[in-house]
Every structure is written in C-alpha cells, then in structure tokens.
C-alpha cells in the first residue's frame, strides 16, 4: 500500500517566518501535487511536481522534488496570515484504485500577524 | 468557467437514514471522484465514475454508493447511516491526465449523523 507522510502535522508560527513542510513516502511516484485547503472549502491545487530533483517556485512558495521522486518538500518564505490552511500532498496510486490520487494527511499550518 | 457545484453544503441526518449529496463537474470534465475528509484519516478515496461508469472503488463498505449520469453530474448515496459516517465528502473533477493536471474540487457537504 502506498503512503504519504506529511510533517509535521501542526506548525504555528508568527507573521515574517520561514518554514518548511515535509512529504515523505517509501514508494517511488510518477508526479506529486500540493493542495491548500481553507476552513470549510475543498482543496485547492497549487503545483505538480514531476522530474525529480525538480524545484517549481510560485512567490513566496518553493516546491522541491526528491531525486527518488518519493519525497517532496514546500518551503515558504516570510509567511503571511493568509497562508493559513491545510496543506495536502498528492501522489498517484498505482495500486488497488490505479490512477486515483492518494493523499497525505496533511500539515495545518497557523500563521499568526 | 463554473467551478465544481456540490449540494447541499450542509446535512444533519439521524442514525440509520439515508442521504444522497450532488456534484456537478466542470464542464467537459467526464471524472468525478469522491472522497471523504475527516481529522483522523484525512482524504479517502470513495469511487470515481466516468463516461457513467464506476472505474475504481476505494476500501468503503457496500452502503456507500453512488451513480453518474449522462451529463456527468455524479451522486453519492450513504444508506443505513452511522455515527462514524460524519464527515466531509467533497467530490473532484477532472480531465484524464489528473497526475499532472490535479483536480478540481468543490467546497464539499459537511453532513454530521446524529
């Protein structure tokens, strides 16, 4: 069965900060995506990641795949309240429900002003 | 372009009734997959229907159901409801390539069973 591990599970941290979320798996993945999900609201995709050792940047956003292609990484930099949300990692399942996407359980992050 | 419409946003349902949520892709999107959200397990996959035909199923029991119709407007159905059912069900659309291309969700039904 394939997994993705998130870490951690919970960040709070103050306006101006950096921080790093982490996906990790034992399983090799073709492409990993990341979603955002506000309170009340569905997830929202914010990039796919593909070749390994790939780094795709949106703002302050930087996303970063291992050259395994079975971690990835969401760096920000300088977090703002509105980056607040759950933040889901994504992968292909290329097992019982092949095709579907199987995702981690996300890192819940608090950005405080 | 309207996004993916999910009816209704909210349900309180009672121990062993029954309930069908609504989903209304993208348009020209033909897949629609269902997963339920809850704080312990997170995102699980449900079903997924194309073209009106159920192409995965995900490890639920048999009182989870669901359909998809010509239009691509899909349903869920969730029989003999229990407590444990509570959660948020959001369902997702999108093209063929979703392992590059993602998802699109909607804003999900949050139904709590009583």
């Known amino acids: 069965t394939q997994l993705l591990e998130q870490s951690p599970q919970f960040l709070s941290i103050q306006e101006g900060e950096n921080l790093t979320v982490y996906c990790n798996s034992s399983s090799v993945f073709s492409s990993l995506q990341w979603y955002r999900q506000e309170p009340g609201e569905g997830p929202v995709l914010l990039v796919t990641?593909?070749?390994?050792?790939e780094v795709k940047k949106l703002k302050r956003l930087t996303f970063q795949f291992g050259d395994a292609r079975k971690d990835s990484s969401l760096h920000i930099t300088a977090a703002q309240p509105g980056d607040t949300g759950l933040y889901l990692c994504?992968?292909?399942?290329?097992?019982?429900?092949?095709?579907?996407?199987?995702f981690g359980k996300g890192t819940k992050l608090s950005v405080k002003p | 372009k309207a996004g993916v419409t999910q009816t209704p946003r909210y349900l309180i349902k009672t121990r062993g009734q029954q309930v069908t949520l609504s989903c209304s892709p993208i348009?020209?999107?033909?897949?629609v997959s269902w997963y339920q959200q809850t704080p312990g397990q997170g995102l699980q996959f449900l079903f997924e229907?194309?073209?009106?035909?159920?192409?995965n199923k995900g490890n639920f029991p048999g009182r989870f159901s669901g359909r998809q119709f010509s239009n691509s407007r899909s349903e869920m159905n969730v029989s003999t409801l229990e407590l444990g059912d509570s959660a948020l069900y959001l369902c997702?659309?999108?093209?063929?390539?979703?392992?590059?291309?993602?998802?699109?969700f909607g804003s999900g039904t949050r139904l709590t069973v009583v």
């Open positions: 997702a659309s999108s093209q063929i390539d979703r392992s590059v291309n993602g998802y699109t």
């Open positions: 348009s020209g999107h033909r897949s």
């Open positions: 990641v593909v070749t390994g050792g």
């Open positions: 229907y194309f073209s009106e035909t159920q192409r």
């Open positions: 994504a992968g292909e399942d290329n097992g019982g429900s092949q095709g579907n996407l199987i």
